[in-house]
């Protein structure tokens, strides 16, 4: 079946500017996960969810971060007044069952800053 | 919090020999570890992972082993082929959490 799938993949931004940023996880899967990626960097996190309720932000950088699941399928990481410092590939990863381990991620969003 | 280190950052082996990256985690609530390989631009892939109350595991060409009471975590890679460089990391992750912490990378290159 499909993987998990985010959009837009490239997003290039001018400072101050809000973003939003979409992950499709895999079909069914309960749990889903934001990271952040800075270049040459691994993987941090930034927010859980379990269907529609988001169970841990404390990875969010700044209040400028807001995520949501409204409907327990589709995730939005809205990033309001971007900063240079925001730039990153941002990664979301889903996970079938909550406390099921194994998170299958998506191939990211590189996001831009200028 | 977990904090998981990585070792070594660069590794270049020659093709057909073996490779280690070993890893270290601080919080001993810790139980999964998983290792992902990613390749320029793609996405992060899981390749083997290991539950704490398992000391290795293997599949095919690739070996993890994990000693919980030293905390820590390796990953082996036998008869390397080019297509295995990418670079890998390691995670932890605590099931009261759920949130997986990674290292910080290990670029493997193959040299045919």
């Known amino acids: 079946g499909a993987g998990v799938s985010q959009s837009p993949r490239y997003k290039v931004a001018k400072r101050g500017q809000d973003v939003a940023l979409r992950c499709d996880p895999i079909?069914?899967?309960?749990?889903l996960f934001w990271y952040q990626q800075a270049l040459g960097q691994g993987p941090e996190f930034l927010t859980y969810?379990?269907?529609?309720?988001?169970?841990?932000k404390s990875g969010l950088p700044s209040d400028r971060f807001f995520a949501e699941r409204p409907e327990g399928s589709v995730s939005t990481l809205k990033i309001q007044r971007t900063q240079q410092e925001d730039s990153a590939v941002y990664l979301c990863a889903s996970s079938p069952l909550a406390g099921v381990e194994t998170q299958y991620f998506g191939p990211g969003t590189r996001l831009l800053v200028l | 919090g977990e904090n998981v280190e990585q070792h070594p950052s660069t590794l270049s082996v020659q093709e057909g020999d073996s490779a280690v990256i070993k890893c270290t985690y601080s919080d001993s609530a810790s139980n999964y570890f998983p290792w992902y390989k990613q390749e320029l631009g793609k996405r992060p892939q899981l390749i083997i992972d290991i539950r704490s109350n398992v000391g290795e595991k293997k599949d095919q060409r690739i070996a993890v082993t994990l000693n919980k009471t030293a905390k820590h975590f390796s990953l082996h890679i036998t008869e390397t082929q080019p297509e295995d460089s990418a670079v890998y990391f390691c995670a932890a992750l605590d099931f009261g959490n759920e949130k997986l912490t990674f290292g910080t990378g290990t670029r493997l290159t193959i040299i045919p």
């Open positions: 969810f379990q269907n529609e309720a988001q169970l841990d």
């Open positions: 079909s069914g899967h309960v749990s």
